[in-house]
């Protein structure tokens, strides 16, 4: 980026417009230029420009130094709207910057004391008996690697935080990468090594095949939110405009949409991949965020139509319930914690999707059978509408863990 920016001059964005977007779409242009000039006579003074820029990084100082510090801050502003809408927050955000320097010295020192080799001017560990290859950690000139980085950034989080378990959430490309990096801490001596873990996943896709930013066929994050939220609002909710505030609607829509794209992420299992269609993603008849949070709606209208909260819940008499829909989500109910558990434990989050969906299906068997504001008599109406109202809060406790919110009403 800073490389195109500085050498070609790009007409830059407006105040109002979204720098961060626009750095994205500056990155393709960048890479697709280099890539087109790659065997010409361009390509060696194309390398020696990026070095430079490099060097002048991580030295702290120079034109390209002052450039990277103001374009930074336009990424940082989009990432930080990301993760706002995401719901997430950093206790401490680490920066390769912080990294660079120090985590090369790191490497001259561990070169010094003989745990690394040098190989055609590189230095790195030979890692050949684990069948991991060479890890390249400095290259011949001079330059640190993210192997490098990532040496030094464990063993900065173990020591500033005392932290327990160290985890990379990253996609399956990078196994190898992480690998590398684990052994190569392992080999130097880092005790905690044993305590960093690898959670791999398949990468997202659209129909049309997998995204890359370099090529520049990606969907932009805030582009598609925007856009599942215009097709909720038109499609499901513009008939309750004048019932509904208009502050309403629009927290429903982001709701809806920030639940879809959430789910549908989380519910696949780490080593398939998620190909991502909106109309898919969007069903209320289907495995989807907005199917849990429109059965959630359902029954949070139902308990309220049936005014829920007069029920003295220590006075229900369960034992009314018999119907085989009724045991059986009631079972289900009490089996939430242990799933909640496992899925922690085992860092599989579709343990969890596949239960609260499951729970849903439960729930709308149950409601077609024993009807509730029609049942035989008082004591069975409010003990199904208590074991309601118990399936309710399963639901938005389990979608709330996932990070997403479950509206009141759809």
């Given at each position: ?47 020696q420009e990026l070095t430079k ?32 809408w995401a719901g997430v927050e ?321």
């Amino acid at each position: 980026c800073l490389w195109y920016l500085k050498k070609f001059s790009p007409k830059l964005p407006l105040e109002h417009e979204d720098k961060g977007s626009w750095l994205g779409n500056l990155y393709s242009t960048a890479h697709l230029k280099l890539e087109s000039e790659r065997g010409t006579e361009f390509e060696e003074s194309n390398r020696q420009e990026l070095t430079k820029i490099l060097k002048e990084i991580e030295s702290g100082k120079g034109e390209y130094f002052d450039l990277w510090k103001e374009t930074r801050l336009w990424s940082l502003g989009l990432m930080k709207k990301l993760y706002k809408w995401a719901g997430v927050e950093f206790d401490r955000w680490y920066f390769e910057s912080e990294m660079d320097s120090p985590s090369v010295e790191l490497v001259k020192k561990y070169y010094e004391e003989g745990k690394l080799t040098l190989s055609e001017g590189a230095i790195g560990m030979d890692l050949k008996e684990d069948k991991l290859g060479f890890c390249l950690l400095l290259k011949s000139d001079g330059n640190g690697l993210y192997a490098t980085k990532d040496v030094l950034l464990a063993q900065e989080k173990f020591k500033e935080f005392n932290i327990k378990k160290n985890l990379y959430i990253v996609d399956v490309r990078q196994s190898l990468h992480f690998k590398q990096v684990f052994k190569v801490l392992e080999n130097v001596g880092f005790e905690q090594a044993k305590n960093c873990e690898h959670i791999d996943y398949e990468f997202v896709e659209v129909p049309d095949g997998a995204m890359s930013s370099r090529k520049g066929n990606i969907i932009p994050l805030m582009d598609l939110i925007e856009n599942m939220e215009k097709t909720i609002t038109q499609n499901y909710l513009e008939k309750y405009r004048g019932d509904w505030s208009d502050e309403e609607i629009s927290s429903t829509a982001r709701n809806i949409a920030n639940g879809a794209i959430k789910y549908g992420m989380v519910r696949m299992d780490n080593n398939r991949k998620i190909v991502f269609e909106m109309n898919e993603w969007l069903k209320l008849d289907g495995e989807s965020g907005p199917y849990l949070q429109y059965v959630y709606a359902r029954i949070n209208s139902l308990c309220n139509k049936l005014e829920f909260e007069k029920l003295d819940i220590q006075s229900i008499e369960w034992s009314t319930l018999e119907k085989v829909q009724e045991k059986r989500l009631a079972y289900q109910l009490t089996r939430f914690n242990d799933i909640v558990v496992d899925s922690c434990l085992n860092h599989k989050t579709p343990l969890l999707t596949s239960y609260l969906y499951d729970t849903c299906k439960l729930y709308n068997s149950f409601y077609a059978e024993c009807s509730v504001t029609n049942a035989q008599t008082a004591e069975l109406k409010n003990a199904r509408l208590a074991l309601s109202k118990a399936t309710a809060e399963i639901v938005k406790n389990g979608l709330n863990l996932l990070g997403v919110q479950a509206p009141n009403r759809m």
